[in-house]
């Protein structure tokens, strides 16, 4: 197996872990402060949707994010005037697929971490005559750094594990759709055992580095 | 306990009905699954034969078996699975033959497409997406690489390329207008479930390798005479009827 097949489908990959890591930190905040704040009726409506990704099968997602994201969709069609082509079968529909998919990892640890600020601390901010923008800033987002932490890696990491989804949605093209997850697949069903091997050896190294990292750095945040 | 009692018990043995009905189980290339239905229930009528029917990849299955899972015979959707059966001894020798053959059928449901030329599309896709079956994994693939080849089409169409995991994946990016052509099988072509196509061309046999699909009998099925008589059963007239009515050839 060439370096190509081996590191083209990784390098991948990670950019789609990492981009939508990074988009799902913006989206996740609001989401989360908003229910770690909120009491209001449609709190459990927004909870149960948030976390729906957890439940579903990547086919039930997959299957509907073909008709949304597809030319005639929804999204797909606005994505089309925009850019004259589909967000299915291409690397930034996978990116708004994973987003969804790995939105709950992303709320999950900052509701936590959002929730065990207590009330005390921003209201003493708002006191002292910071705006609420302010307050979040420069107290509540300090103090949830390891919730943030959380929230990266797990997100990361689940997305760099996604496969069905993709698998769905992507269309298995080489250096555009075509993941890790999926590269594997292929080795298998392809009876390449060895290249299988290679690659699924360097995603759990990859998997238990960064899950590593996660416990590790906590661990150490916790005994100061 | 009573007399009585063992007694109901040793009658209650006998009312239960001997295993020589012990069903077979055939495992079924996903494409292939309509047919082996009905197949399967017309064996059971003429033989008394319980058939159980299992179906996935012909890869996945071809794995399966080689890992030892109770399947008596093997109907895979190409001739390679069953050839290495029969190699490593997974599969009895000399039990293996083809049983339909397969075609390709360039397929379309895009309304800006009817009454055109299916094949000049392929010249000129523009922002059209072509599905075809991923050719690394799956026959159907292989043989819409092979004819987009020969057909000296590969280099222009390959950019719009998208692979399905299977012909059925490859079917369904096509019918969910994901993709605005298609190869497809043709026993998916002749499906009536399938919504009207606007364009649609059968792709010549000449042009690609042929689509064998082959039968094999399994190694702990080799003394088990109702396996080996669905395979015979299979080669007889009324199964290859059967065949033909899903859209696939039947080999001399």
């Known amino acids: 197996m060439n370096a190509s097949t081996l590191f083209e489908p990784l390098w991948l990959s990670v950019q789609l872990a990492g981009l939508t890591t990074v988009i799902l930190m913006f989206l996740a905040t609001p989401i989360a402060w908003w229910l770690a704040q909120s009491s209001s009726r449609w709190k459990p409506v927004v909870q149960t949707t948030v976390a729906m990704p957890i439940v579903l099968p990547p086919t039930v997602l997959g299957f509907y994010l073909l008709i949304v994201l597809g030319p005639g969709g929804a999204i797909g069609s606005w994505w089309v005037e925009l850019t004259g082509s589909a967000l299915t079968f291409s690397f930034a529909g996978l990116v708004v697929a994973s987003c969804i998919y790995s939105l709950p990892f992303a709320v999950q640890p900052l509701v936590v971490a959002f929730e065990s600020l207590g009330q005390h601390s921003l209201e003493a901010a708002w006191t002292l005559g910071a705006s609420r923008m302010d307050a979040f800033f420069s107290v509540a987002l300090p103090l949830s750094v390891r919730g943030y932490l959380s929230a990266v890696v797990l997100s990361f990491a689940h997305t760099l594990g996604e496969f069905g989804v993709v698998l769905m949605v992507g269309g298995n093209i080489p250096g555009e759709t075509r993941v890790i997850s999926i590269a594997i697949y292929d080795q298998v069903e392809s009876l390449n055992y060895s ?18 990292a996660m416990f590790f750095i906590n661990r150490r945040w916790k005994q100061r | 306990m009573s007399q009585t009692a063992i007694a109901s018990i040793f009658l209650l043995v006998l009312a239960i009905p001997t295993s020589k009905a012990e069903p077979i189980t055939v495992a079924v290339a996903s494409n292939f699954a309509r047919p082996a239905q009905e197949l399967a229930t017309l064996y059971e009528k003429s033989s008394g034969n319980a058939v159980r029917i299992t179906t996935a990849s012909t890869g996945k299955l071809y794995a399966q078996i080689e890992n030892g899972a109770p399947f008596d015979v093997l109907l895979a959707a190409d001739e390679q699975r069953p050839r290495l059966l029969e190699l490593s001894g997974s599969g009895v020798a000399g039990t293996r033959f083809t049983y339909a053959v397969g075609s390709l059928v360039l397929w379309s449901r895009d309304p800006a497409l009817a009454s055109s030329d299916c094949v000049a599309q392929l010249r000129d896709l523009g922002k059209r997406r072509l599905a075809i079956a991923n050719p690394l994994t799956a026959p159907y693939g292989a043989a819409a690489m092979e004819f987009l080849q020969s057909a000296e089409l590969w280099d222009t169409v390959e950019p719009r390329l998208v692979y399905g995991e299977n012909i059925a994946q490859t079917l369904h990016f096509v019918v969910s207008n994901n993709a605005g052509l298609g190869l497809i099988a043709g026993s998916q072509a002749m499906d009536r479930r399938l919504p009207e196509s606007t364009c649609r061309w059968s792709v010549p046999a000449s042009m690609h390798k042929a689509l064998e699909h082959q039968a094999i009998l399994l190694r702990r099925a080799s003394e088990n005479e ?27």
Request: net charge positive.
């Open chain 2, 226 to 252: 109702a396996a080996a008589g669905f395979l015979s059963f299979l080669r007889a007239d009324g199964a290859r009827q059967v065949i033909s009515a899903y859209g696939y050839r039947i080999p001399e």
């Open chain 1, 195 to 212: 290249s299988a091997h290679q690659l699924s050896a360097v995603l759990l190294i990859v998997a238990f580095i960064a899950l590593f």
